[in-house]
């Protein structure tokens, strides 16, 4: 599979979701990746502890932690710069509910011409 985008923004948006995935998993990530109409879909999964639906929009926020997340090191800026590029990019991301448990995002990067 060929995707024409922008090597650092796909990088900055897959490495993060899987640097995260790996950060607040218990044992299991799953990836999903492929090509559809016009872009490319990603969709990274754990089974972790998730996030409840009412604070999934602040994670997008620069520096927001959770509070039950102090075992874990971060800065809280992943989400944040994940979103942030998939703006730039004119693409979508969408938080949910894993099959393993944890949380699910799901992002589509247009392709550039």
Known sequence: MVFQGDRELFTSVVGNLIENAIKYSKSRILIRYGRGTGGLSVQ???DGPGIPE??????FEPFFKRS???QTQGHGIGLSIV????????????LGTSALGGL???????EMA
């Open 68 to 70: 039950d997340s102090r």
């Open 44 to 46: 990274v999964e754990d």
């Open 54 to 59: 009412d604070k999934r929009e602040q994670v």
């Open 83 to 94: 979103k942030s590029c998939v703006e730039v990019a004119k693409g979508k991301i969408g």
């Open 104 to 110: 699910s995002v799901q992002v589509f990067l247009p």
